[in-house]
T-cell receptor, first 112, second 115 residues
Framework: EAQVTQNPRYLITVTGKKLTVTCSQNMNHEYMSWYRQDPGLGLRQIYYSMNVEVTDKGDVPEGYKVSRKEKRNFPLILESPSPNQTSLYFCASSSGGGDTQYFGPGTRLTVL | AQSVAQPEDQVNVAEGNPLTVKCTYSVSGNPYLFWYVQYPNRGLQFLLKYITGDNLVKGSYGFEAEFNKSQTSFHLKKPSALVSDSALYFC?????????????FGSGTQLTVLP
């Protein structure tokens, strides 16, 4: 089954404790992206990757890091989480940027 | 830069009635437009897209969308709403960040279908 998986689905952490949210896709897509969803703001892109070892900033990259060492994986790293990063996070993949995107189930992060 | 506006945060409709969820866009060049749906505790699912051709696009679950170039709109429609259509709906437009293509999403419209 074609899918995008994310882990964990739910995470409660404290300010400053480094965390990683994993994302994996099995569709051999070149393009992957991270979004955060906040009420009234829709989805805002954090980072995207056009291929292995090619990443770039989206609209709201501050406080986040990503890496793309393999085509299927695109982890999101919060080196020092803060409460304003409490949000719902989605990973997505597509064959190209701006093409139909396939979304993971989401990770609800709470930073205390 | 491209943008999407969904002017209604909330739309309520009675089951069996037609529904419309509104979307307007701004983008340079020919618009590529998408609708996604998000059910509770789920990721976004693709509903339909407009690239070129017929202004009325048909998608999943009986939804369709009408592209209007002069009004820069791409409204989502369904002739007869179901309670199970209750969800959060997002419109998106393809644009560019530098040389990289990307999707820009609207703020979402919560659709509630009342039994």
């Amino acid at each position: 089954e074609a899918q995008v998986t994310q882990n964990p689905r739910y995470l409660i952490t404290v300010t400053g404790k480094k965390l990683t949210v994993t994302c994996s896709q099995n569709m051999n897509h070149e393009y992957m992206s991270w979004y955060r969803q906040d009420p009234g703001l829709g989805l805002r892109q954090i980072y995207y990757s056009m291929n292995v070892e090619v990443t770039d900033k989206g609209d709201v990259p501050e406080g986040y890091k990503v890496s793309r060492k393999e085509k299927r994986n695109f982890p999101l790293i919060l080196e020092s989480p803060s409460p304003n990063q409490t949000s719902l996070y989605f990973c997505a993949s597509s064959s190209g940027g701006g093409d139909t995107q396939y979304f993971g189930p989401g990770t609800r992060l709470t930073v205390l | 830069a491209q943008s999407v506006a969904q002017p209604e945060d909330q739309v309520n409709v009675a089951e069996g009635n037609p529904l419309t969820v509104k979307c307007t866009y701004s983008v340079s060049g020919n618009p590529y437009l998408f609708w996604y749906v998000q059910y509770p505790n789920r990721g976004l699912q693709f509903l339909l897209k407009y690239i070129t051709g017929d202004n009325l696009v048909k998608g999943s679950y009986g939804f369709e969308a009408e592209f209007n170039k002069s009004q820069t709109s791409f409204h989502l429609k369904k002739p007869s709403a179901l309670v199970s259509d209750s969800a959060l709906y997002f419109c998106a437009v393809r644009g560019y960040r530098g040389s990289a293509r990307q999707l820009t999403f609207g703020s979402g419209t919560q659709l509630t279908v009342l039994p």
